[in-house]
C-alpha cells in the first residue's frame, strides 16, 4: 500500500467511527493488558527498567500485524529531513527488539512491507538481472523502491548513496528471525524465496581473486564512513556470509534440495576473509578504521550476526581490540553507536560495560520520555537499547540459547518471563542474589533446543510432557521437546531471619547481638569464635543458593552452611556498617529432606 492508502484508511476509521465509548475504552483496557502480559523483564536498575517498558509501549503505539510497517519516527511526527524509511540500520535496529519480546505480531508489519514489494525489490537491480535477483537501497517509502545500480559489466562509480549492497540481505535476518522464532513454515518458504534473490544479487557480482577466492568484483559503500565506497566492504560481506548460511540451513530445513546449494557451498567455503589490519576490523579491502564513525557497519561479523564471537578463542583479542579502536575515536559517536557497544559487550559477557554503555545512552541522549533525536526524529536507537537489554538477560547464537550472560556484577535480583527465542520456545528466567536459581524452557512446536542455563553445578529439572535430555556437554543442556511440553531447571533457595537466630558463644567469647526492631540484623560482630545458628525444615533435598546481606567497614569473611557443607566468600568493606550490600556466598547441598543445622560463622583467618 501507498502512504496516501494507509492515511484514507485511518481518515475514514476515523469518520465511521460510532462505536460506544465505555465499550470501547474496556476493549482498549483488554487488549494493552494482554499485549503486556506477553512477557517481562525485572531488573533492579529503576531508571533502565522504566525506560525498557517504555520501549514495549511504544512498540505497541506504532504498528499492528496489518498495518505500516515502522518508518523513522512511528507515530511521534515532528519536522524531519529523513520522512521516510532507512534501511542500512534504521529498519533493522527498530525491530531488533521484537522478537525476544514475544511480539511477533509487531514483526509481521515488516513481513508484509516486504512480502507486499517483491516486484519493487526486484526493479531495484539492474535490468539484466532482474528475473532472479533483488535489492533495496538506503532510502524508500512504503512502496520499497530504492534502487541498487551495481554492475559487474559496467563499474563505473555510483556512489555512497546507491552503492549500498548488503541492506536487504540484513533486513532478512530479521525475516529469519521471525520465522525461527515462531516456525511457522509458510514465512520460512517465503523467506526462501526472497533471500535467494537477494543472494542471487551478490552471485552476480562476484569474481575470484588471484588466489582463486570470491569478493565482490564492484565498488560497494561502508555506510556513512567518509570516502567508504570501495571493494569488499565489511558491511557487504558479512550480510553475505550470513545469507549463504541461512540459505543453505533453510534449504535442509524446508527440504528445498534448490539447484543452487552446491553453488552456495562453494562460494561460502572459497569467500576472502573479512579484511583487517593491527587494529581490527577494516572498513574495506584498501580503506582501514581511521575516522571517528557512529555506525557499526564494519562489525556486523561480531554484531548482530555473531559469526565471530567470545566461543572462538582465537578471535576474543580481535573482537576486542576491534570494538576499542571504534570507541576509541568518541566525536561522531551517536546514541546507537552505544547500544551496538553494549549488545557487542554483552556478547562477550561483560555486563558492567554494557549496562555502562546503556547508562551513557540514556544520560547523554534520550530525552526525557526515552524518544530520541539527531537532525530530526529517530525511533531506532531507544529500541535498540531494549534489545541490548535482552541481550544481558538472554542470547542465542552458535545455535546455543544463554540464559543470564551478562549480567551486571551489582544486578543482584533479575528476572523475565516468556522471552521468545529459537525454534519457537519461550523462556523464563530468575536471578537471585547473584546466582541463578531458576529456568523454564517452554515448547510451542516441538524440537530440539540446546540451552546454557549457567545454573550452579547440582540442580534438578523437571518435565511436564514429554521431554529427552539428549545430551550435557561443558554445562550445554540438549533436550528434544514435545508441543506443549515444559522444563523447569533451579536451584533451591531459604531464607535466615536475624531475629530466629539461637547466638552461640563459649566462655570467654563477645557473643554477637541481634539489633534492630523492624529490620532485624546480626551485629556487634566482634569476636569470630561467636557464631548464629537456625533449625530449618527442608521440604527437599537439593543444592540451595546461599546470599546474604552485609555491612562492613573492612576486608572480612563469612561461611554459611552445615557442618559437611559450607558456602564461603570474602567480604570487602561496604563504608559503613549503614551500607548493606547484597552479596551471594555460593550454594550448599542438602543431602535429605527434614530439619537441617545452618550456621553462619566467620573465618578466623580473615576475620576484622
Given at each position: 500500500?501507498?502512504?496516501?492508502?494507509?492515511?484514507?484508511?485511518?481518515?475514514?476509521?476515523?469518520?465511521?467511527?460510532?462505536?460506544?465509548?465505555?465499550?470501547?475504552?474496556?476493549?482498549?483496557?483488554?487488549?494493552w493488558?494482554?499485549?503486556f502480559?506477553?512477557?517481562?523483564?525485572?531488573?533492579?536498575?529503576p531508571?533502565?527498567?522504566?525506560?525498557?517498558?517504555?520501549q514495549?509501549?511504544?512498540?505497541?503505539?506504532a504498528?499492528?500485524?496489518?498495518?505500516?510497517?515502522?518508518?523513522?519516527?512511528?507515530?511521534?511526527?515532528?519536522?524531519t529531513?529523513?520522512p521516510?524509511?532507512?534501511?542500512?540500520?534504521?529498519t533493522q535496529?527498530?525491530?531488533s527488539?521484537?522478537?525476544?519480546?514475544?511480539?511477533l505480531?509487531?514483526?509481521?508489519?515488516?513481513?508484509?512491507?516486504?512480502?507486499?514489494?517483491?516486484?519493487?525489490?526486484?526493479k531495484?537491480?539492474?535490468?539484466?538481472?532482474q528475473?532472479?535477483?533483488a535489492?533495496?537501497?538506503?532510502?524508500?517509502?512504503?512502496?520499497?523502491?530504492?534502487?541498487?545500480p551495481?554492475?559487474?559489466?559496467?563499474?563505473?562509480?555510483?556512489?555512497?548513496?546507491?552503492?549500498?549492497?548488503?541492506?536487504?540481505?540484513?533486513?532478512?535476518?530479521?525475516?529469519?528471525?521471525?520465522?525461527?522464532y515462531?516456525?511457522?513454515?509458510?514465512?520460512?518458504?517465503?523467506?526462501f524465496?526472497?533471500?535467494?534473490?537477494?543472494?542471487?544479487?551478490?552471485?552476480?557480482?562476484?569474481e575470484?581473486?588471484?588466489q582463486?577466492?570470491?569478493?565482490?568484483?564492484?565498488?560497494?559503500?561502508?555506510?556513512?564512513?567518509?570516502?567508504?565506497?570501495a571493494l569488499?566492504?565489511?558491511?557487504?560481506?558479512?550480510?553475505?556470509?550470513?545469507g549463504?548460511?541461512?540459505?543453505?540451513?533453510?534449504?535442509?530445513?524446508?527440504?528445498?534440495?534448490?539447484?543452487?546449494?552446491?553453488?552456495?557451498?562453494?562460494?561460502?567455503?572459497?569467500?576472502?576473509?573479512?579484511?583487517?589490519?593491527?587494529?581490527?576490523?577494516?572498513?574495506?579491502?584498501?580503506?582501514?578504521?581511521v575516522?571517528?564513525?557512529?555506525?557499526?557497519?564494519?562489525?556486523?561479523?561480531?554484531?548482530?550476526?555473531?559469526?565471530?564471537?567470545?566461543?572462538q578463542?582465537?578471535?576474543?583479542e580481535?573482537?576486542n581490540?576491534?570494538?576499542?579502536?571504534?570507541?576509541s575515536?568518541?566525536?561522531?559517536?551517536?546514541?546507537?553507536?552505544?547500544?551496538?557497544?553494549a549488545?557487542?559487550?554483552?556478547?562477550m559477557?561483560?555486563?558492567?560495560?554494557?549496562?555502562?554503555?546503556?547508562?551513557?545512552?540514556?544520560?547523554?541522549?534520550?530525552?526525557?520520555?526515552?524518544?530520541?533525536?539527531?537532525?530530526?526524529?529517530?525511533?531506532?536507537?531507544?529500541?535498540?537499547?531494549?534489545?541490548?537489554?535482552?541481550?544481558?538477560?538472554?542470547?542465542?547464537w552458535?545455535?546455543?540459547?544463554?540464559?543470564?550472560?551478562?549480567?551486571?556484577?551489582d544486578?543482584?535480583?533479575?528476572?523475565?518471563?516468556?522471552?521468545?527465542?529459537d525454534?519457537?520456545?519461550?523462556?523464563?528466567?530468575?536471578?537471585?542474589?547473584?546466582?541463578?536459581?531458576?529456568?523454564?524452557?517452554k515448547?510451542?512446536?516441538?524440537?530440539?533446543?540446546?540451552?546454557s542455563?549457567?545454573?550452579?553445578?547440582?540442580?534438578?529439572?523437571?518435565k511436564?510432557?514429554?521431554?529427552?535430555?539428549?545430551?550435557?556437554?561443558?554445562?550445554?543442556?540438549?533436550?528434544?521437546?514435545?508441543?506443549g511440553?515444559?522444563?523447569?531447571?533451579?536451584?533451591?533457595?531459604?531464607?535466615?531471619?536475624?531475629?530466629?537466630?539461637?547466638i552461640v558463644?563459649?566462655?570467654?567469647?563477645t557473643?554477637?547481638?541481634?539489633?534492630g526492631?523492624?529490620?532485624?540484623?546480626?551485629?556487634f560482630?566482634?569476636?569470630?569464635?561467636?557464631?548464629?545458628?537456625?533449625?530449618?525444615s527442608?521440604?527437599?533435598?537439593?543444592?540451595?543458593?546461599?546470599?546474604?546481606?552485609?555491612?562492613?567497614?573492612?576486608?572480612?569473611?563469612?561461611?554459611?552452611?552445615t557442618?559437611?557443607?559450607r558456602?564461603?566468600?570474602?567480604?570487602?568493606?561496604?563504608?559503613?556498617?549503614?551500607?548493606y550490600?547484597?552479596?551471594?556466598?555460593g550454594?550448599?547441598?542438602v543431602?535429605?529432606a527434614?530439619?537441617?543445622?545452618?550456621?553462619?560463622?566467620?573465618v578466623?583467618?580473615?576475620?576484622?
Open positions: 500500500k501507498s502512504s496516501n492508502q494507509y492515511q484514507t484508511e485511518t481518515a475514514q476509521k476515523v469518520t465511521d467511527w460510532n462505536a460506544d465509548l465505555a465499550a470501547a475504552y474496556q476493549a482498549h483496557q483488554q487488549w493488558g494482554s499485549y502480559a506477553k512477557s517481562a523483564l525485572r531488573i533492579p536498575d531508571a533502565l527498567q522504566a525506560f525498557y517498558q517504555m514495549v509501549y511504544k512498540l505497541g503505539c504498528a499492528r500485524a496489518n498495518g505500516p510497517a515502522i518508518d523513522l519516527q512511528g507515530p511521534w511526527t515532528a519536522k529531513p529523513w521516510a524509511y532507512w534501511h542500512n540500520l534504521n535496529l527498530t525491530y527488539p521484537v522478537y525476544t519480546a514475544n511480539h505480531e509487531i514483526s509481521q508489519s515488516l513481513l508484509n512491507m516486504i512480502d507486499g514489494n517483491l516486484a519493487n525489490l526486484s531495484n537491480v539492474p535490468a539484466p538481472y528475473a532472479d535477483a535489492a533495496i537501497g538506503r532510502v524508500s517509502s512504503t512502496d520499497m523502491f530504492g534502487p541498487v551495481l554492475r559487474l559489466d559496467n563499474k563505473a562509480d555510483v556512489g555512497n548513496v546507491a552503492g549500498e549492497l548488503g541492506n536487504l540481505t540484513w533486513m532478512l535476518y530479521y525475516y529469519y528471525q521471525h520465522y525461527r515462531g516456525m511457522d513454515a509458510r514465512v520460512g518458504n517465503n523467506l524465496n526472497i533471500l535467494k534473490k537477494s543472494v542471487n544479487y551478490y552471485l552476480y557480482l562476484l575470484k581473486n588471484e582463486g577466492k570470491y569478493h565482490i568484483g564492484v565498488k560497494t559503500s561502508s555506510p556513512e564512513y567518509p570516502g567508504g565506497y569488499d566492504s565489511n558491511y557487504d560481506l558479512a550480510p553475505l556470509r550470513c549463504l548460511k541461512t540459505l543453505l540451513s533453510l534449504n535442509t530445513e524446508l527440504n528445498k534440495n534448490d539447484q543452487l546449494q552446491a553453488k552456495w557451498s562453494e562460494v561460502l567455503n572459497n569467500l576472502i576473509d573479512y579484511p583487517k589490519n593491527e587494529n581490527g576490523y577494516m572498513i574495506a579491502r584498501d580503506i582501514p578504521f575516522v571517528t564513525h557512529r555506525h557499526y557497519s564494519h562489525l556486523l561479523m561480531i554484531y548482530p550476526f555473531y559469526e565471530i564471537n567470545r566461543e578463542l582465537q578471535n576474543q580481535l573482537i581490540k576491534s570494538i576499542n579502536h571504534w570507541q575515536m568518541p566525536q561522531q559517536l551517536q546514541g546507537y553507536s552505544y547500544t551496538g557497544l549488545s557487542m559487550k554483552a556478547m559477557g561483560d555486563g558492567n560495560a554494557a549496562r555502562n554503555a546503556l547508562k551513557t545512552l540514556q544520560s547523554n541522549f534520550v530525552k526525557p520520555n526515552t524518544l530520541y533525536a539527531e537532525s530530526g526524529p529517530v525511533i531506532e536507537t531507544p529500541l535498540s537499547a531494549m534489545t541490548s537489554l535482552q541481550e544481558l538477560c538472554l542470547q542465542f552458535d545455535g546455543v540459547v544463554r540464559v543470564f550472560p551478562a549480567i551486571p556484577s544486578w543482584n535480583d533479575v528476572s523475565f518471563d516468556n522471552f521468545r527465542t525454534g519457537a520456545f519461550l523462556i523464563s528466567g530468575t536471578r537471585q542474589g547473584g546466582i541463578n536459581t531458576s529456568i523454564t524452557i515448547s510451542e512446536v516441538g524440537g530440539r533446543i540446546k540451552i542455563p549457567n545454573l550452579p553445578p547440582g540442580f534438578q529439572w523437571t511436564t510432557g514429554t521431554v529427552t535430555l539428549i545430551g550435557n556437554q561443558n554445562g550445554i543442556y540438549e533436550f528434544e521437546m514435545s508441543s511440553s515444559s522444563v523447569l531447571m533451579g536451584i533451591q533457595t531459604f531464607v535466615l531471619s536475624p531475629a530466629a537466630a539461637a558463644a563459649g566462655e570467654g567469647v557473643p554477637m547481638k541481634i539489633e526492631q523492624s529490620e532485624p540484623n546480626l551485629g560482630w566482634v569476636d569470630s569464635r561467636s557464631y548464629a545458628t537456625w533449625n530449618v527442608f521440604t527437599k533435598a537439593g543444592v540451595y543458593a546461599v546470599s546474604v546481606l552485609a555491612a562492613s567497614t573492612n576486608a572480612t569473611a563469612i561461611s554459611v552452611g557442618e559437611e557443607s558456602a564461603q566468600k570474602e567480604i570487602t568493606s561496604t563504608g559503613s556498617y549503614q551500607n550490600v547484597n552479596i551471594t556466598l550454594t550448599i547441598n543431602p535429605a527434614g530439619p537441617v543445622n545452618i550456621s553462619l560463622k566467620a578466623p583467618t580473615n576475620w576484622k
